[in-house]
């Protein structure tokens, strides 16, 4: 996909209908332009929790509900162990008209670190701190703190995942989280030292799941996770937004210029070099 192809989907959506599921088939278009993903299956699961088979659907939604696009082994959903099934998710896709969300949940930045492969990257770690509902003795606010400021991950009444805990909630099952509103991209990964810390959890997870509708069934794996100290790597995919001004609200696409270029191929190569099959977990 050339540069000006894609900003002319995102200039007609913004025209025409701007909903968040139009950037689904561009996203997907966008990630089988690399080697990278030649050999592994993209599939869009938006709306797995309608048509997906119950045997299959406990794979795709696992902590934080179903992602936007999942990234699987070629072999993934056939009949076998389920101890193999889960070596064969790779990561997921999800897509937010705000992409400061999962900035929050990043918290403190507590260390920075320099990787050869990747320069710009970020190493930041998270605690999930557990309060009682003041409502509901019984129940749970779950939490995570940023500049002394508590970021939920559920919400009171009903216990549903923020924002925040469903980014954290897929990044604990996917083990990898690509995030973006179409403009700005970055991507999330466990280290591995607290992906085996989670690991052990997503197999209690389909061996001995939680039963639906008991209290604390919706923030089971915040339970599990909490006082434990979680790092999570992040890296800069792209920031188009200086393009993305340039069409946004013109009448047509204007000429871009060779820094315009420069970015795209920046950005296209930092996507096609993710490596979807790194062992997290």
């Known amino acids: 996909m050339t540069l000006e192809q894609y900003m002319r989907e995102l200039w007609l959506m913004d025209k025409q209908y701007g909903q968040e599921e139009e950037l689904y088939p561009l996203i997907n278009m966008l990630l089988r332009d690399g080697a990278n993903t030649e050999k592994l299956s993209i599939r869009d699961v938006h709306n797995a929790k309608r048509f997906c088979e119950k045997s299959l659907r406990k794979y795709i939604n696992g ?17 076998e162990d389920e101890k193999v ?90 083990g990898k989280v690509l995030y973006t509103n179409g403009v700005i991209w970055k991507y999330y990964t466990l280290s591995k030292e607290s992906g085996n810390k989670i690991n052990g959890i997503r197999k209690d997870y389909i061996s001995n799941p ?44 204007p000429t871009f210029d060779s820094q315009d270029y420069d970015k795209w191929k920046k950005f296209k190569t930092n996507l096609a070099t993710i490596d979807w099959t790194e062992v997290i977990f």
């Open 63 to 79: 902590f934080g509900g179903y992602p936007d696009l999942a990234i699987w082994n070629e072999q993934f959903g056939e009949k």
């Open 85 to 174: 099934i889960l070596n064969r998710i790779y990561g997921c896709v999800e897509v937010k008209s705000n992409i400061k969300n999962p900035e929050q949940v990043e918290g403190e930045v507590k260390v920075k670190i320099e990787l050869e492969q990747e320069k710009n990257s970020e190493q930041d770690e998270v605690k999930i701190v557990a309060e009682n509902k003041l409502e509901q003795p019984k129940q749970k606010n779950y939490f995570i703190k940023r500049n002394n400021k508590k970021i939920y991950l559920n919400y009171a009444n009903t216990g549903n995942a923020t924002v925040e805990g469903q980014f954290l909630g897929e990044l604990f099952w996917y």
């Open 210 to 253: 939680p039963s639906k509708g008991e209290v604390g069934y919706k923030t089971w794996i915040f339970e599990q996770c909490k006082e434990t100290l979680l790092k999570i790597i992040s890296a800069d995919i792209g920031d188009l937004t200086e393009i993305y001004e340039k069409i946004k609200d013109k009448t047509s696409i």
